[in-house]
Nanobody, 115 residues
Framework: QVQLVESGGGLVQPGGSLRLSCAAS????????MGWYRQAPGNQRELVAV???????RYADSVKGRFTISRDNAKSTVYLQMNSLKPEDTAVYYC?????????WGQGTQVTVSS
């Protein structure tokens, strides 16, 4: 079965950096569009960044210039490099993969930005 497993979350000070990873299995990874979403307490889940199967990217306005999404099809892994982190980036970050009607989610990884 399809599995998406996130890692790399943790506690970081404002202005710091983290790199999230999402390892996929049970799917033809290169054929899927991949994305990162986040959900803070009391908020709806929101899109952070997307990378298509062809490598095109788009970002939420709130993270443009600070976050970078990338993928390694040979490793079936998608990354989210997060720089200049702010307290408002604190959330559970989820990996998502979709292709047509197929849509899969990871279990999430907590990112906390605090001094």
């Amino acid at each position: 079965q399809v599995q998406l497993v996130e890692s790399g979350g943790g506690l970081v000070q404002p202005g710091g950096s983290l790199r999230l990873s999402c390892a996929a299995s049970g799917m033809i990874f290169s054929m899927y569009d991949m994305g990162w979403y986040r959900q803070a307490p009391g908020n709806q889940r929101e899109l952070v960044a997307v990378i298509t199967s062809s490598g095109s990217t788009r970002y939420a306005d709130s993270v443009k210039g600070r976050f970078t999404i990338s993928r390694d099809n040979a490793k079936s892994t998608v990354y989210l490099q997060m720089n200049s982190l702010k307290p408002e980036d604190t959330a559970v970050y989820y990996c998502n993969g979709w292709r047509g009607s197929l849509n899969y989610w990871g279990q999430g990884t907590q990112v906390t930005v605090s001094s």
